[in-house]
């Protein structure tokens, strides 16, 4: 199983970026999909995720309206476009999956990990 997130980089504060996660090894359109960040010398946190239908999707109050996550399944890949950054975004972005859509915040819980594309938001 690989999970390769892209996308991150240097912007300023807000602009907007987009992340994804290209999957294989596993059947994508079967699992949920979600986005942590670990800010720099911070503890690993939930951003968000979605359904494996699409129909639904989960924000951490932090990004909510700002962030929002996408699923291809024809693609094998899972989206975040991220909207309005902020300083406070600047993290290292990773990409996670599991088959419960109702875990996805609860990073112990989760099968799947990428490796993390680094965000940095100069303000």
């Known amino acids: 199983v690989q999970l390769q997130a892209s996308g991150g980089g240097l912007v300023q504060a807000g602009d907007s970026l987009r992340l994804s996660c290209a999957a294989s090894?596993?059947?994508?359109?079967?699992?949920?999909w979600g986005w942590f960040r670990q800010p720099p010398g911070k503890e690993l946190e939930f951003v968000g995720a979605i359904s494996l239908s699409g129909a639904s999707a989960m924000y951490a109050a932090s990004v909510e309206g700002r962030f929002t996550i996408s699923r291809d399944n024809a693609k094998n890949t899972v989206y975040l476009q991220m909207n309005s950054l902020k300083s406070e975004d600047t993290a290292v972005y990773y990409c996670a999956a599991d088959k419960r859509f109702g875990v996805m915040d609860r990073r112990e819980a989760l099968s799947y990990w990428g490796q993390g594309t680094q965000v940095t938001v100069s303000s």
């Open positions: 090894g596993l059947p994508f359109s079967i699992y949920a």
